[in-house]
């Protein structure tokens, strides 16, 4: 079945650039998607990638995506605290971006001043 | 951008109450809506997919009968929680796909506590 890893925990320096980095399993994911959520908050759509791209840049945030190996990641440069918050990877095996999504457990960024 | 609402944003009810939770879709139509559940510290899980005209299809190991689901148009989708037990209380949050759009939109989420 479909699944979806992330490491659960990073902290990084205010200033420094955070990683984070997803896997997934199903190939025939078009879309993939981060989220970020804050404590007691919904989900805020960060960026998104389509599968046929490598890389997407949006500001602060870039996303690579390594179709072979099923491997996604998230870059934030120059991390502030207001980053700190979950950050979930999801794709959508299912019907494009009309499908629903399946998620990771989720990676609870921290940043330290 | 599109925006999909949810209320009420957070409900305290009594063990075997019923509580009903509405999703809207405020600028665009959504002719299918996602129901997720988030348990604390934990990633959503899909409940189940509702659909305008027709009814939801449930995901294994969701009771259709404790939560009843309802696309009555195509801006609204409502998820009833049938007689609340304690280990219902969780974060439920929707989300609806725009057709002209590559992406989903999630609403703001609704905090259930059963006591």
């Known amino acids: 079945g479909e699944d979806v890893e992330q490491s659960l925990f990073l902290s990084v320096r205010e200033g420094d650039s955070s990683v984070i980095n997803c896997t997934y399993t199903?190939?025939?994911?078009?879309?993939l998607y981060w989220y970020k959520q804050e404590p007691g908050a919904g989900l805020q759509l960060l960026t998104y990638?389509?599968?046929?791209?490598d890389m997407k840049q949006d500001q602060r945030l870039t996303v690579l995506l390594n179709k072979k190996d099923k491997h996604l990641s998230l870059r934030i440069a120059d991390t502030q605290t207001g980053d700190s918050a979950i950050y979930f990877c999801?794709?959508?095996?299912?019907?494009?971006?009309?499908?629903?999504?399946?998620f990771g457990k989720g990676t609870k960024l921290s940043v330290k001043p | 951008g599109a925006v999909v609402s949810q209320h009420p944003s957070w409900v305290i009810c009594k063990s075997g109450t019923s509580v009903k939770i509405e999703c809207r879709s405020l600028?665009?139509?959504?002719?299918?809506m996602f129901w997720y559940r988030q348990f604390p510290k934990q990633s959503l899980m899909l409940m189940a997919t509702?659909?305008?005209?027709?009814?939801?299809?449930?995901e294994q190991g969701v009771e259709k009968d404790k939560f009843l689901i309802n696309h009555a148009s195509l801006t609204l989708s409502t998820l009833t929680v049938t007689s609340a037990h304690p280990e219902d209380s969780s974060f439920y949050i929707c989300?609806?796909?725009?057709?002209?759009?590559?992406?989903?939109?999630f609403g703001p989420g609704t905090r259930l506590t059963v006591t």
């Open positions: 989300s609806a796909p725009d057709r002209l759009a590559y992406e989903q939109y």
């Open positions: 990638i389509f599968s046929n791209m």
């Open positions: 509702s659909n305008e005209g027709s009814k939801a299809t449930y």
């Open positions: 999801a794709e959508t095996p299912y019907g494009g971006s009309q499908g629903n999504l399946i």
């Open positions: 600028d665009f139509q959504a002719t299918t």
């Open positions: 199903d190939s025939s994911s078009t879309y």
